[in-house]
């Protein structure tokens, strides 16, 4: 209780701040937030795979495992290999950027395409500078339109 006190007073700090490019972020209590889970998606003769990590707020250890959960699936032979993260109204901070961009990479050749959709100017550049700095074998749009990011991945 006391870790969320105080993960919502440093989300405060930083929102005001400009801390990550946070903007007016709306700060959901722990006991009132959804979970979404993601899940296949048909789209034009393919399928892709829509990995829900919007409206998470400030809490990035949901963020963690909620994504490392999914890469079991992700990392199926079986699954989409054209991936929409969805982080609209979720705190990014570099751990979590690390976290996703390592773990897609891991992944090799299970990933063909990935489309973060709804990131500020400064997660891009987190974002950005992970992936350069690991010579991605994927290529990756940021998008703040969800059916742009669909179409782009069936492009």
Avoid at 75 to 100: G, K
Avoid at 129 to 135: E, L
Wanted: hydrophobic share 45%.
């Amino acid at each position: 209780r006391r870790a969320d006190y105080q993960r919502l007073c440093n989300a405060r700090k930083a929102i005001k701040g400009n801390v990550w490019g946070v903007n007016k972020m709306k700060i959901i209590d722990r006991e009132k937030l959804i979970v979404r889970k993601s899940f296949r998606l048909p789209f034009r003769n393919t399928e892709i795979w829509s990995e829900e990590l919007d409206a998470l707020s400030v809490y990035t250890d949901i963020v963690r495992e909620k994504f490392l959960e999914d890469m079991k699936i992700i990392n199926r032979p079986s699954s989409p290999s054209l991936i929409a993260v969805h982080l609209n109204e979720t705190l990014i901070d570099e751990e979590i950027a690390r976290l996703i961009t390592s773990e897609l990479l891991k992944a090799g050749k299970n990933v063909r395409k990935v489309a973060f959709v709804g990131l500020n100017f400064s997660a891009r550049r987190m974002f950005k500078a992970q992936i350069m700095s690991c010579d991605a074998e994927f290529l990756y749009n940021f998008l703040n339109d969800y059916e742009t990011a669909k179409e782009w991945l069936a492009s």
